[in-house]
Protein backbone atom coordinates (compact mmCIF):
# COMPACT_ATOMS: atom_id res chain seq x y z
CA UNK A 1 0.00 0.00 0.00
CA UNK A 2 1.44 3.38 -1.39
CA UNK A 3 -0.54 5.08 1.65
CA UNK A 4 0.59 8.97 1.88
CA UNK A 5 2.87 8.77 -0.82
CA UNK A 6 0.22 8.10 -3.20
CA UNK A 7 -1.65 11.22 -4.86
CA UNK A 8 -4.52 11.63 -2.09
CA UNK A 9 -7.97 12.48 -3.57
CA UNK A 10 -9.99 12.20 -0.48
CA UNK A 11 -13.24 11.26 -0.85
CA UNK A 12 -13.50 11.42 -4.44
CA UNK A 13 -14.76 8.86 -6.96
CA UNK A 14 -16.99 7.37 -4.36
CA UNK A 15 -20.51 7.75 -4.51
CA UNK A 16 -23.77 5.90 -2.38
CA UNK A 17 -25.85 4.37 -4.70
CA UNK A 18 -29.42 4.09 -3.25
CA UNK A 19 -30.54 1.46 -5.50
CA UNK A 20 -27.89 -0.68 -3.94
CA UNK A 21 -28.86 -3.99 -2.54
CA UNK A 22 -26.61 -5.74 0.11
CA UNK A 23 -25.23 -7.70 -3.29
CA UNK A 24 -24.87 -7.10 -6.27
CA UNK A 25 -24.90 -9.55 -9.55
CA UNK A 26 -21.09 -9.63 -9.38
CA UNK A 27 -21.05 -11.19 -5.58
CA UNK A 28 -20.06 -15.42 -6.54
CA UNK A 29 -19.48 -17.96 -4.41
CA UNK A 30 -15.85 -17.61 -2.53
CA UNK A 31 -13.00 -19.14 -4.67
CA UNK A 32 -10.77 -19.32 -1.68
CA UNK A 33 -10.62 -19.31 1.58
CA UNK A 34 -7.07 -18.38 2.71
CA UNK A 35 -5.58 -19.92 5.73
CA UNK A 36 -3.23 -18.57 8.50
CA UNK A 37 -0.28 -20.65 6.60
CA UNK A 38 -1.10 -18.76 3.51
CA UNK A 39 0.71 -15.88 5.01
CA UNK A 40 3.68 -14.79 5.90
CA UNK A 41 4.76 -12.97 8.80
CA UNK A 42 7.08 -10.32 8.81
CA UNK A 43 7.95 -7.03 10.34
CA UNK A 44 10.71 -4.27 9.84
CA UNK A 45 11.12 -3.50 13.73
CA UNK A 46 8.75 -4.98 16.69
CA UNK A 47 4.97 -5.01 15.72
CA UNK A 48 5.47 -9.30 15.45
CA UNK A 49 2.43 -10.36 13.49
CA UNK A 50 1.39 -13.67 15.03
CA UNK A 51 -1.31 -16.42 14.94
CA UNK A 52 -4.27 -15.99 17.15
CA UNK A 53 -4.05 -19.55 18.81
CA UNK A 54 -7.14 -21.73 18.65
CA UNK A 55 -8.84 -19.90 15.48
CA UNK A 56 -8.12 -19.01 12.04
CA UNK A 57 -7.00 -15.35 12.39
CA UNK A 58 -3.49 -13.07 12.31
CA UNK A 59 -2.85 -10.64 14.43
CA UNK A 60 -1.13 -7.38 13.54
CA UNK A 61 0.09 -5.39 16.19
CA UNK A 62 1.16 -1.69 15.37
CA UNK A 63 4.84 -1.53 16.48
CA UNK A 64 6.08 1.73 18.19
CA UNK A 65 9.67 1.95 16.16
CA UNK A 66 10.17 5.48 14.80
CA UNK A 67 9.30 3.76 11.28
CA UNK A 68 7.54 0.09 11.93
CA UNK A 69 6.21 -1.83 9.35
CA UNK A 70 4.33 -5.34 9.83
CA UNK A 71 2.52 -7.74 7.58
CA UNK A 72 0.43 -10.97 7.37
CA UNK A 73 1.25 -11.24 3.14
CA UNK A 74 -0.54 -14.08 1.11
CA UNK A 75 2.77 -16.37 -0.15
CA UNK A 76 0.74 -16.93 -3.37
CA UNK A 77 -1.99 -15.21 -4.79
CA UNK A 78 -5.12 -15.60 -6.74
CA UNK A 79 -7.15 -14.75 -9.63
CA UNK A 80 -9.91 -12.57 -7.87
CA UNK A 81 -12.90 -10.27 -8.18
CA UNK A 82 -13.10 -9.04 -4.15
CA UNK A 83 -12.50 -10.27 -0.84
CA UNK A 84 -14.19 -10.74 3.22
CA UNK A 85 -12.59 -11.01 6.45
CA UNK A 86 -13.90 -10.49 9.49
CA UNK A 87 -12.59 -8.90 12.29
CA UNK A 88 -11.54 -5.51 13.73
CA UNK A 89 -9.25 -2.68 13.52
CA UNK A 90 -8.13 -1.55 17.11
CA UNK A 91 -6.94 2.46 15.88
CA UNK A 92 -6.11 5.16 17.93
CA UNK A 93 -5.17 8.73 17.87
CA UNK A 94 -2.02 8.90 18.94
CA UNK A 95 0.22 9.09 15.54
CA UNK A 96 1.49 11.94 14.55
CA UNK A 97 0.05 11.98 11.15
CA UNK A 98 -2.16 10.17 8.91
CA UNK A 99 0.47 8.36 6.97
CA UNK A 100 0.72 5.99 9.98
CA UNK A 101 -2.18 3.60 9.36
CA UNK A 102 -3.61 0.23 9.64
CA UNK A 103 -4.70 -1.65 6.27
CA UNK A 104 -6.48 -5.13 4.71
CA UNK A 105 -6.41 -5.11 1.06
CA UNK A 106 -6.26 -7.14 -2.19
CA UNK A 107 -2.74 -6.10 -4.36
CA UNK A 108 -1.85 -6.97 -7.90
CA UNK A 109 1.49 -5.84 -7.08
CA UNK A 110 3.40 -6.65 -3.54
CA UNK A 111 6.64 -5.90 -4.71
CA UNK A 112 6.78 -2.36 -5.70
CA UNK A 113 3.34 -1.69 -3.76
CA UNK A 114 2.53 0.97 -6.71
CA UNK A 115 -0.28 -1.16 -8.76
CA UNK A 116 -4.13 -1.69 -8.25
CA UNK A 117 -5.43 -2.58 -4.84
CA UNK A 118 -9.16 -2.29 -2.71
CA UNK A 119 -9.96 -2.44 0.58
CA UNK A 120 -10.33 -0.77 4.07
CA UNK A 121 -7.43 1.86 5.75
CA UNK A 122 -7.55 3.03 9.18
CA UNK A 123 -5.49 6.48 10.02
CA UNK A 124 -3.56 6.59 13.48
CA UNK A 125 -3.58 10.18 13.73
CA UNK A 126 -7.68 10.52 13.88
CA UNK A 127 -9.07 6.52 14.33
CA UNK A 128 -11.01 7.00 11.32
CA UNK A 129 -11.76 4.08 9.14
CA UNK A 130 -12.32 4.04 5.28
CA UNK A 131 -12.97 2.37 2.01
CA UNK A 132 -10.37 3.06 -0.89
CA UNK A 133 -9.01 1.23 -3.97
CA UNK A 134 -5.65 2.40 -5.36
CA UNK A 135 -3.97 2.46 -9.23
CA UNK A 136 -2.82 3.87 -11.81
CA UNK A 137 -1.15 6.82 -9.86
CA UNK A 138 -4.36 7.43 -8.07
CA UNK A 139 -5.85 6.70 -4.69
CA UNK A 140 -9.11 7.25 -3.30
CA UNK A 141 -10.50 7.07 -0.09
CA UNK A 142 -14.17 7.12 1.49
CA UNK A 143 -14.51 7.40 5.32
CA UNK A 144 -17.11 4.71 6.67
CA UNK A 145 -16.78 5.21 10.28
CA UNK A 146 -14.56 6.81 13.15
CA UNK A 147 -13.42 5.82 16.81
CA UNK A 148 -15.35 2.14 16.07
CA UNK A 149 -12.64 -0.57 16.88
CA UNK A 150 -15.03 -3.44 17.50
CA UNK A 151 -15.64 -6.41 15.56
CA UNK A 152 -17.15 -6.44 11.63
CA UNK A 153 -17.30 -8.58 8.51
CA UNK A 154 -15.67 -6.39 5.71
CA UNK A 155 -16.10 -7.18 2.12
CA UNK A 156 -15.23 -5.53 -0.84
CA UNK A 157 -16.45 -6.67 -4.61
CA UNK A 158 -15.23 -5.28 -7.75
CA UNK A 159 -17.72 -4.96 -10.49
CA UNK A 160 -17.84 -6.97 -14.09
CA UNK A 161 -19.53 -4.08 -15.34
CA UNK A 162 -16.72 -1.28 -14.84
CA UNK A 163 -14.00 -2.62 -13.62
CA UNK A 164 -13.03 0.81 -12.47
CA UNK A 165 -15.51 0.21 -9.72
CA UNK A 166 -15.52 -1.96 -6.29
CA UNK A 167 -18.21 -1.57 -4.10
CA UNK A 168 -17.95 -1.90 -0.21
CA UNK A 169 -19.92 -3.71 2.73
CA UNK A 170 -19.57 -3.43 6.00
CA UNK A 171 -21.92 -6.78 8.01
CA UNK A 172 -23.55 -6.95 5.03
CA UNK A 173 -24.68 -3.71 4.92
CA UNK A 174 -23.69 -1.47 1.10
CA UNK A 175 -21.51 1.07 2.84
CA UNK A 176 -20.64 2.60 -0.62
CA UNK A 177 -18.93 2.70 -4.49
CA UNK A 178 -15.43 4.10 -5.17
CA UNK A 179 -14.51 4.28 -8.62
CA UNK A 180 -10.95 4.97 -10.17
CA UNK A 181 -10.79 5.36 -13.66
CA UNK A 182 -7.31 5.02 -13.71
CA UNK A 183 -7.34 1.46 -11.47
CA UNK A 184 -8.67 -2.28 -12.50
CA UNK A 185 -9.77 -4.62 -9.95
CA UNK A 186 -11.96 -7.18 -11.77
CA UNK A 187 -9.99 -10.61 -12.08
CA UNK A 188 -6.66 -9.53 -11.29
CA UNK A 189 -4.22 -11.85 -9.91
CA UNK A 190 -4.43 -10.33 -5.79
CA UNK A 191 -2.60 -11.30 -2.58
CA UNK A 192 -4.51 -10.53 0.47
CA UNK A 193 -2.76 -8.43 2.50
CA UNK A 194 -3.22 -7.10 6.31
CA UNK A 195 -0.45 -4.46 7.31
CA UNK A 196 0.64 -1.38 9.70
CA UNK A 197 2.16 1.36 8.71
CA UNK A 198 3.87 3.83 11.89
CA UNK A 199 6.02 6.54 11.22
CA UNK A 200 5.63 8.32 15.03
CA UNK A 201 4.03 10.06 17.76
CA UNK A 202 2.90 9.26 21.20
CA UNK A 203 2.62 5.17 22.11
CA UNK A 204 0.49 3.30 19.99
CA UNK A 205 0.05 0.46 22.62
CA UNK A 206 -2.95 -2.13 22.35
CA UNK A 207 -3.62 -1.10 18.45
CA UNK A 208 -3.55 -3.67 16.23
CA UNK A 209 -5.37 -5.33 13.43
CA UNK A 210 -7.20 -9.17 13.77
CA UNK A 211 -8.21 -10.39 10.73
CA UNK A 212 -10.01 -13.77 10.60
CA UNK A 213 -12.06 -16.39 8.18
CA UNK A 214 -10.18 -14.83 5.33
CA UNK A 215 -11.79 -14.99 1.67
CA UNK A 216 -11.02 -14.22 -1.91
CA UNK A 217 -13.66 -14.18 -4.64
Request: net charge negative; hydrophobic share 30%; glycine share 12%.
Amino acid sequence: MAGSAMLLALGLGCAKDANKSKTNGDTTVPRAAVPQSGFNLWGTCNGAPYLISGTNGIAIPVGNCSTDIDAAQQSSGQTATGMQFNGCFKGGTSASSSASEQAVFLADNVTQWNGNEMGFVKTLNDNALKAYVQGGGQYYTQVLSVGDNGYHTFKCQARSTNVHQVDFYVDGTYQCTLTNNSGHYWNNFDYFVGTNHWYGGSSPAGQQIEMYNMTTY
